[in-house]
């Protein structure tokens, strides 16, 4: 039986695997450990014999991470080599999550897992470095999953802040000039549990995984307005309207082709996933 441990088991995709884990044939680790201390990875890794690492751990707050960036290196990149090295010694398969940020957003089509990177922010950046340096050590079967959007029924999140803001506001200002494709994490989760007995690869490899169809923020808002039956008036502005430290890449739409192929997977459409995480939270009208 496999021995699991899922860094990051309380954010969103965390949450989301242990909640499906409960069925599985195998133990799941889900501690708290800080992924930055490298003695003390080992010593759990080691001690409990992990078969896999399903790397949900990052520093996420991307307008924080402007003006901190030393700690979203950290965890970012630096303990992603600690995995990474740690995974090749005791022969551990590493899942490693990613971003679309790590993209600058000036495609005008899908992108593809062997695109030109050149992130805009410096969690782009340190999320770039990390898988940069996991490709580097080059543990056996482990595989970088870059992901966009991501909400869930667990965590804070755009779905969840919108659901607020509806409720207090009776209207909100939403980009829509910044496209791309929300990920349910239960929908990624459900995939990493169904697929990861398949990953058997020499080489660190790349796929993209986000919900199916293309939209942007202001879309977005309308429908879990409209799905929720909550009355507020959604007007959309462009991006210099609404400043942020960090900016947004204007196009982070990930084409999945390469992981629907090789895994014979089906991916939800947005909308669907969407409906299914407000039923879940007793929001859907």
């Given amino acids: 039986m496999n021995k699991i441990l899922v860094t990051g088991a309380n ?18 680790f ?42 979203a290196d950290k965890v970012n990149h630096q303990a992603i080599k600690y995995l990474a090295e740690l995974s090749k010694q005791n022969d551990i398969k590493l899942i490693h999550i990613s ?15 062997d695109d030109k990177t050149n992130p805009i922010t410096v969690y782009g950046k340190t999320k770039l470095k990390g898988e940069k340096a996991l490709q580097e050590v080059a543990p056996k079967n482990s595989i970088i999953i870059r992901t966009s959007w ?17 409720r207090e506001k009776d209207e909100l200002r939403v980009v829509y000039d910044q496209v791309g494709t929300p990920t349910y994490a ?16 020499d080489e660190v490899e790349i796929y993209h995984y986000s919900n199916e169809g293309v939209l942007s923020w202001y879309d977005f808002s309308k429908e879990i307005m409209k799905m929720a039956g909550i009355e507020c008036e959604i007007t959309p502005i462009e991006s210099f309207e609404y400043p942020t430290p ?16 090789e895994f014979g997977i089906k991916i939800p459409f947005w909308k669907d996933s969407l409906s299914e995480c407000l039923i879940k939270m007793g929001e859907r009208k």
């Fill in 11 to 28: 954010g969103q995709l965390g949450s989301e695997i242990r909640e499906l884990s409960k069925n599985a044939k195998a133990d799941f």
């Fill in 30 to 71: 889900f501690d708290i450990l800080d992924i930055t201390n490298q003695d003390v990875l080992k010593s759990f890794i080691e001690t409990n014999k992990i078969d896999i690492i399903i790397n949900c751990a990052a520093y996420t707050a991307v307008d924080k991470a402007e003006e901190d960036e030393l700690l």
């Fill in 246 to 261: 960090a900016s947004r890449p204007h196009f982070g739409v990930l084409n999945k082709s390469k992981i629907k192929k």
């Fill in 186 to 201: 239960r929908d990624l989760a459900k995939m990493i549990l169904d697929t990861m007995a398949k990953i058997k690869n």
């Fill in 99 to 113: 971003t679309d940020y790590v993209f600058d957003g000036e495609n005008c089509k899908p992108y593809k897992e």
């Fill in 150 to 166: 991501v909400y869930s029924s667990f965590g804070n999140n755009f779905v969840k802040s919108m659901l607020r803001y509806g």
